[in-house]
């Protein structure tokens, strides 16, 4: 029996604003309950004797269990990390555990700062902040994803993070190959996030299958440089890849993304692996959103087969 874990936490991915509320609103709940033990004896009377009496409680007290839920999504990050590192690349559900790794971690960042914002941040927050954020998520990564949003104008509730990490990008030169079938290209390497606009919730219906299934309105490649003293920036603007062609050259382990009246560039990663996982995810967003299916003539090196699967 096979349990694809990343579909289902993407499933029910949804769900996570409750836990949002709650969050902020964990340093006012114990308060008012500090409050209310001072104040009502008989309250107080009956916790007490309910946590020594009751052995379903296992002796924990009201503020244990108010706690619960908090420390709980805070371990699911880790939990999905250690799935991910003993999933094979090529097992379908690998996609969706790094997908649900990612949105998961920048929805609790997202959580800290709207607790933040509400009041100051509670100590209950700072452990999660430590073991999970910090060693997972560096803070660089926080700016480079708000970048990306704010450069696109999208709602974190509506997007998905699908991948992002380096690759190296070169644009091809103007003139034909050089001799011996190869090509003379400077690589840089940037940051590069891969993100996705889904439909509304409720107009979205279960999750299933490969990483370009789904309630997609839009997705787009957002290319960044990052600075060693400074806050990142965008090598330019985003790539819409509903304006793209995606052609692989597996001599030379790259493939090219080719944007409708604005020009090509050529990517690759330096494991051959996760080049073609990029690949497999660019290619079947653009198959999807793209609006024209045929062959460029004026470009004979850019290659379309509608019919093969991406």
């Not at 009377?45 to 420390?71: D, G």
Request: aromatic content about 8%; glycine content about 4%; proline content about 6%.
């Amino acid at each position: 029996m096979t349990v694809c874990i990343g579909e289902i936490f993407l499933e029910y991915i949804n769900m996570l604003p409750a836990f949002q509320t709650y969050c902020v609103q964990q340093a006012s709940s114990i308060n008012t309950l500090s409050t209310l033990e001072k104040e009502k004896e008989l309250l107080r009377i009956f916790l007490h004797a309910s946590q020594t009496n009751n052995t379903a409680l296992r002796r924990m007290n009201l503020h244990s269990f108010l706690m619960a839920p908090l420390q709980r999504i805070t371990k699911y990050p880790l939990l999905l990390n250690r799935i991910t590192q003993a999933t094979a690349t090529f097992h379908p559900d690998y996609s969706c555990l790094c997908e649900a790794t990612s949105r998961l971690v920048s929805y609790l960042e997202h959580i800290n700062r709207k607790a933040r914002q509400e009041c100051s941040l509670p100590w209950t927050l700072r452990p999660f902040r430590q073991s999970v954020w910090h060693l997972h998520e560096p803070v660089a990564a926080i700016d480079r994803r708000e970048l990306a949003l704010k450069s696109l104008g999208w709602l974190w509730e509506e997007t998905r993070f699908v991948m992002e990490g380096g690759l190296q990008l070169a644009q091809p030169p103007d003139g034909p190959w050089t001799k011996k079938g190869s090509r003379t290209l400077k690589f840089q390497t940037l940051q590069v996030i891969l993100m996705a606009r889904l439909q509304r919730p409720a107009e979205s219906g279960s999750r299933h299958g490969g990483p370009c299934q789904g309630p997609v309105e839009d997705a787009a490649l957002v290319l960044i440089r990052d600075k060693n003293h400074g806050k990142p920036s965008l090598l330019r603007s985003p790539i819409r890849l509903g304006q793209c062609v995606v052609s692989s050259d597996p001599i030379y382990k790259t493939f090219e993304l080719l944007e409708i009246q604005q020009g090509a560039f050529i990517l690759r990663d330096d494991d051959y692996a996760h080049t073609q996982l990029w690949l497999h995810h660019i290619r079947g967003y653009a198959h999807q959103l793209g609006s024209w299916k045929r062959r460029r003539n004026a470009l004979p090196n850019i290659m379309i087969s509608i019919s093969s699967h991406p």
